[in-house]
Structures are given as structure tokens and as C-alpha cells.
């Protein structure tokens, strides 16, 4: 409640002012926003936890519509940070840089993460199921396995022919060789000056014994030791203090048994709610049977009589002659337009002058370009989310203030009547209205009035949309098949796409069958959006002051955006019809980065079918039929949802133009996919998902290397881009600390880790991973105990990886900023406001 009150501030203040338009700096709504956006992620979590652990089954009805509209609400909050976000070289990034606010506010940068609801994957409805038994099935008969596809890392170390094999032997070995020259060098020219010290201390009078060498070796190997003593017995102290502050808490509580306590009572809950689900639909199916057994006829009879003496005073009022063709009018009978007021017609006049003015200026080119996001202003007060909330919470208030009596938590019986008349009214209806509808025909036939033309209507979709829609009760009572289709209503002009023809008349379930078996439609490992190790960057405010290049975005930041934008509206319909740019998303970064991994962990936590259109596994599939593959796709995941559609190396299709050298020719396509097709063919299916016909689909492209492809057709389709960073030095050590205790590996106190963290920068966590598979070895880690591990043997492993160079990097710096917008925003800002009122374009002048 207190969030909801501080949402009404700005309206209060604003008619405090006399209605006046309220105006704050962007630092000021920033911090508001900040605020507010930290006590909805303190709600979240709390009813998280509650819809997570109750189990009252009309009470976790409930919470679930306040805990949609308190996702909703965050990532709205979220978007208005994002635009006042104007401090600093970062201009309404999606990395929003919170540590101001969390300072001021007391709080741990820890506590304000937020993840993925537990429902998103735990709960699933018939349709899923449905879905998942189809896919294990023809997983199965098809590829005679049920398991998930593993993720195959191709080893940048292999060779793939003996000659370059013979090369790189040679060169190499001559490297070896020269090495070894040059420290046999080293070596003599030391002995060498062993022997001249020598000779000048025998010229100066000097006695030279070999005790004198002797002794000095021996306090050299004195201090050496006494230094490795002294921080051993310092490691052992730190330890020690950081397990009394509680700091190396987190290592140890899986092993807690309090931990796992909490794990067996926590399924052991989900067990209850499972039993008292089914108690309650079962309730509610008895109790729909009793409602129709007790009340169907006396309902029919009224609503049929209502409909008669409607038809009939229409046929009275045609004398005869006309009769109303569907019982469709009668629920336009009590249409009535009232007349305008003068401040209506006033606005009415307005929106016409408006509409001939467009229709004017429609044909002419635009000389002037759009209008930047600076012009544009985030509403404040209550939206629709919040007055939702606000039913919700009374609503909850009245229905069960005095909850003490039911110490069981079962459904509430007295309730089940108000929940299921809806249902079944809408069900009589439809009954009713079919009567009604022959009733009409034969009262037509028999007054003869079938030769009379009536005008044709066209066939409204919404009919059908709407028996596609999922209602409340439909999960709840179980009956009748599953229906698949579109989820939103139909328009009145469906928009063509290509290959819509080869794939009208198929029904979903073949098609999802005909994508299992062409290895399209597949399973991928489970992953978790957390197993993407890093903390937020505390230095990264002070970056940006001192730095004219914007800081790269923290693991902490990427798993906030994976979370909020696309992995809330992909697992819940409510988000996705109130969140733009959800649809199409890309990732790019260099190989290993995490992009691969964060499309499973959304497969995982949102339970989605997967999709794979990558170049690799299309290419010599449907070559010839490039728009019916992308039809068959689109379509499978529209009545599968939720889906992901992934296209890994999409550098690949939006191929960039480059120019040709002479004597070049262009690869030809011939033998395999025509990728220019597919591109051609892709980018019209930019718009299958508009904003009127909203999917719980997310196309999701990859890409290691964007600057090989076409910028322009990049930002067109893909309309919300993510950049997967190279880990920093804080968060490489945090790899390696992750993968060592996965291993059960425990390192000696003395082992140089931060030395191992400085040499790896430029590498990511894929590249460390793949490294560390090789020397971790079995027979390595049970030699671990007697021969400890050196940093001379991650070296060669290492050495082989494929790392991001310098150059690479500020390749990925300039598209980060030029995909971002951010680049262009700091340009206009550093710009004086009198270079664009002075310069003009040039051009012809005229005679």
C-alpha cells in the first residue's frame, strides 16, 4: 500500500498546482521512479514467496492476478527509469544504473535481483502438457531418444587438415628453438659475470671461498620461505575472520541442513496444493451440474422468451415481410446513438480537419526527420495496472477478512457459485441461440419470405477468435479437447505471408510433427538465468564521469534484462499485452559469452518449445521452400506457445554487402539453402507479431559477429537488442571459484588465482570453461591431493582458446553504441543548439 501511495503523488501534487502541467528535472523522476521501482521488487518477492507456498486454491487465483500486475507494473517503472536516465555518457540504456537510489535507500545491490516466478515452469496447463507428451513422443519415434539435445562447443584448436597441422609444427618448433637459444644465452653470459666478479675481487685482495656462495643462497632460500610462512598464516586468519562474520556463508549452505530442510518441506507444500487443486475443480465441476441440473430450464425459458417477443415485435413492426436474419441484432437492439454535446462535435471537427490534413501530406516525401524520444513523455499517476491492484486488494479484504475458521485452507464452498455462473450462463446462451437462429429459418419459411434479398455480411472472424480465447474456468474443469490456434482476436483483413498456402490446411499437430522430425523442433539442456556468474559493477557510475566511453554492462544488469523484458512477458500472456518491443531480440558478443545459455535458461524457467533456425541446421533442409519453412515455424509456435524461435549466427542470413576486389566472385548458393531468399522472406515476417496480435513468442537471433551483417535490416527486424559482455576481472574470478567447487576441487591457500584472472582478460566464460575441462581431468584430481596444482599448467590449455583481441573489442564497443542509439544521443547533446538552426543542407540552387 505504501507503493500505491507513493504512485498517487505526482497527480496530488499536480492539482495542488491548479492542474497545471508538472515539470521535474529527469534527475528527480529518476530518483522517484527508483523508489517506487525498489518497493515493487520488495512486493514481488513477497508475493512470490506467498503464491509460491499457499494453499488455498480461490486465494492463489487471487494473488496471481495481483502478482501479474505487480510484474506488470516493475518492468512499466523500469521503462520510465530508462527514459529519464540522462546522467552520464549512458542515455536511456537498458542497463539501468540503480546505485544512487540503492545507496540512499540502505539497501544491498544483492536484495534488489529479481527472478523468474516459480509458476512459470511448475504450473502447466493442459495445452502444455499436451504439448510436451507430443514432443517426447515423436522425439522418440523419430530420433529414438526422449533426452535434450547436448550443446556441442566446436574446439578452435582443431585442425582440419594435415598440411596446416605440418605448418604449425614447424613454425612452432622454430619458435621452441629460438627460445632455447636465447636462454642458453642467458644462461652463459651469467656465468660469465660470475666469473669476471671473480677475477675483481682477487685483483682488490679479496679471499673468494665458496662458503660466501654458500651462505647467500641460504638466506635467499630463508627469505622465500619465511614470505610463503607469513601468508600462509595470513590466509588462515582471513578465513577464519570471514567465517566468523558469515561471509563464506553462501559456499556452505547446500550442504546445510537447513537447506535441505526447507527443499523437502517446499515440495512436500506442492504436493497439498496439488490435492487441494484438485479438490477445488472437482467442487466446481458438481457444482456446475447441480447449477445446470437446478436452474438450466427456468434460465432457457426466460432467455427464449425474451428472444421470441423480440423477433416477433420485428415482424410485427414489417408487417410481415422482413424477418431478422440472425438473433445476432438482438443485441444491437438496445444500441442507441445520443446526440452529440457541443464540446463533443467540436473534437469530432477537429479529428476531421486532422484526418483530410494526413490524407494530404500522405502522398509527399518526408524532407524532416521523426522526432527523437526526447519529445516524448512518460505518463505519471495511476495506470491500469495500478487501479487493477487496488480492486484486487479490496476485493481480497472482503472475501476473506474472517479466514480464521479454515485451518486446512480448502476452497470455500459458499464462493463456488459466483465463479461458475458466468460459465454456464454464457453456456445456456449459446444453446439458446442456436434454438432461436432455426426458429428464425422456419418462421422465414413459413411466410414465404425466402425469396427476399437480404444483403450478404461478410463473416466475422470474431466468433472464432473468440472460441480461441482461454477463459478463467476453462484450466479449472478439464473438459472438452484442446483447442489450438491464434490466442489474439482476428483481423477483419488477415495480412498474407509467405508460405502461407503449403501450410493453410495442415493441422498444428502434424506440422509440430514434420519440425521433430527435420530436427527443427527440439529439446536443449535445462539451464538457469542465474548459472550466469557476476556481480554488478559498484565502480561503474564513476566510469562513466571520468570516461567518454560508456562502461560495459554487468552480468548483473544482463540477467535483469533477460528477466524483466523477455522472460516475464514470454511466460505470462497478461505481461506480453502490455509490454512492447518483446517479440524480436537479439544477442550478440563474442563466442562464449552466455548467449546460447540464456535462450535455455528461457526455455527452462518459461517451459517453452524451441525452435532452431539456425544456418547449420537448415542448411540442407527445405532448400527449395524457404517461405513454407519459415511459415511452418511461425505458425507451430504460435499455437505452441510459449516458443522461442532461435537463430543462431544471424550475421549469416542478414548477410552485410562488401566490396568485391577484382577477379572475386560471390559464393553461390547453389547445393543449399538460398540464404537471400530466406532473408527477403524473414524480413517480412518482422511484422507476424504485431501489437494488435500479441504471441507468447520471442524470436531470439545470435550473432559473435554483427558487424558482418547489415545494420540496417539488424534494427528493422530485431527491435530490442542485448549485448553479452566479455566478464570483467572481479567476475573471472568468480568462474573460476564456481567451477572449482563444482569439481570439488579445493586449491592451495597460496595458489596465484588472481594472477590467473589477469591473464584470462579478453576471455569469456564458455573459453574458461573449455579450458578447464581439459586439465581438470579425473586422474588430475585425484593426483590434487599429493601434487598441488601450478599456473603453468592452465597455460597451454588456455593459449588454444579463442579470446576477444583488442580490436575485436572496440568492434563490439562501436556496435554496442550504434545498435544502442547511445552514440547518436551523445553526439546530438555535445552538438551546440545553433549548428542546427545555422546549417543547412545543401542543395541546387534555383535560377
Known sequence: MEALQIEMDPLIENQAKQNLKLVRPDQDWFVYYGKLYLFYVDAYKSLETCYDQLLHPQKRRLLKKMLEN?????????????????????IRSDFVNLHTVIFDEKRLIEDTEVSLPHYFSDEQNRKIAYRKQMLNHFLNE?????????????????????????????????????????????????????????????????????????????TVIQKYYRGFKAREICWELREQESLFLGFTLEKQIQETDAYKTYHAQRQKMKEKQLERQQEYKTALVEARENLMNDWQDDIQNQMLAERRRWYMSEVQKAEGKLVPPKVAQFYKKDLVRLPLTEEEQEMM??????????????????????????????????????????????????????????????????????????????????????????????????????????????KSKKKKAQSVQKSEDDDLLEEGEINFGFRSVAKKKKKKFPGDKGTAKKDPRDMLAELI?????????????????????????????????????????????????????????????????????????????????????????CDALILDLSPSNIENKYQDKPDYLLSLAFKTAACFQPAIIYIDEIERIFKGKKKKKKGEQQPSSAGGMNWVKLRKYLLKYGKYFTEKQKENVTIIGCSYAPWNANKKQLKSFFKRRVYFPCPNYATRIMIFQKFFEERKIQLHPNFPLSSLAHATEGFTAGNIKEALKKILTERRIVLSVEIPYRIS???????????????????????????????????????????????????????
Open 517 to 605: 522430425e527435420s530436427g527443427i523442433a527440439k529439446k536443449l539442456e535445462p539451464a538457469k538465468i542465474s548459472d550466469l556468474i557476476g556481480n554488478c559493477n559498484p565502480l561503474r557510475q564513476k566510469q562513466e564521469l571520468l570516461q567518454e566511453q560508456v562502461a560495459d554492462p554487468s552480468i548483473y544488469d544482463l540477467r535483469q534484462v533477460l528477466v524483466q523484458f523477455i522472460g516475464m512477458p514470454l511466460g505470462s500472456t497478461y505481461i506480453k499485452d502490455n509490454v512492447k518491443e518483446s517479440n524480436y531480440v537479439l544477442f550478440y558478443g563474442p563466442h562464449g559469452s552466455g548467449k546460447t545459455h540464456a535462450v535455455r535458461a528461457l526455455q527452462t524457467e
Open 349 to 458: 471537427d477537429l479529428l476531421d480537419k486532422e484526418k483530410k490534413a494526413a490524407k494530404k501530406n500522405k502522398g509527399k516525401k518526408k524532407k524532416k526527420k521523426k522526432q527523437e524520444d526526447e519529445d516524448i513523455r512518460v505518463e505519471q499517476g495511476p495506470t491500469e495496472a495500478i487501479i487493477k491492484m487496488q480492486d484486487l486488494i479490496e476485493k481480497h479484504n472482503d472475501e476473506w477478512r474472517n479466514d480464521q475458521l479454515n485451518p486446512y485452507q480448502k476452497h470455500e464452498s459458499s464462493l463456488l457459485k459466483g465463479e461458475i455462473a458466468r460459465g454456464v450462463e454464457k453456456q445456456i446462451r449459446e444453446v439458446v441461440d442456436e434454438m432461436i437462429d432455426m426458429e428464425l429459418i422456419n418462421l422465414r419459411i413459413a411466410l414465404k419470405a425466402k425469396k427476399m434479398k437480404y444483403p450478404k455480411k461478410k
Open 142 to 218: 523419430f530420433h529414438d531418444t526422449t533426452q535434450p539435445e547436448e550443446e556441442v562447443l566446436v574446439d578452435k584448436a582443431v585442425l582440419e587438415n594435415i598440411e596446416q597441422a605440418i605448418w604449425f609444427i614447424q613454425k612452432n618448433e622454430r619458435g621452441r628453438q629460438g627460445i632455447e637459444r636465447v636462454l642458453l644465452a642467458k644462461q652463459l653470459k651469467k656465468v660469465e659475470l660470475k666469473k669476471q666478479e671473480k677475477q675483481k675481487k682477487l685483483q682488490e685482495g679479496l679471499e673468494v671461498h665458496d662458503s660466501t656462495e654458500r651462505e647467500e643462497a641460504i
Open 70 to 90: 505487480t510484474m506488470l507494473r516493475q518492468i512499466q517503472i523500469k521503462q520510465a527509469m530508462i527514459f529519464y536516465s540522462t546522467q552520464g555518457n549512458v
Open 793 to 847: 599448467e592452465f597455460v597451454d590449455p588456455l593459449a588454444v582458446q579463442q579470446n576477444t583481441f583488442l580490436q575485436q573489442y572496440q568492434e563490439f564497443r562501436k556496435l554496442h553504441d550504434d545498435l544502442s542509439g547511445n552514440k547518436a544521443r551523445i553526439d546530438k547533446l555535445k552538438k551546440p543548439a545553433d549548428d542546427e538552426k545555422g546549417k543547412k543542407k545543401p542543395g541546387k540552387k534555383k535560377k
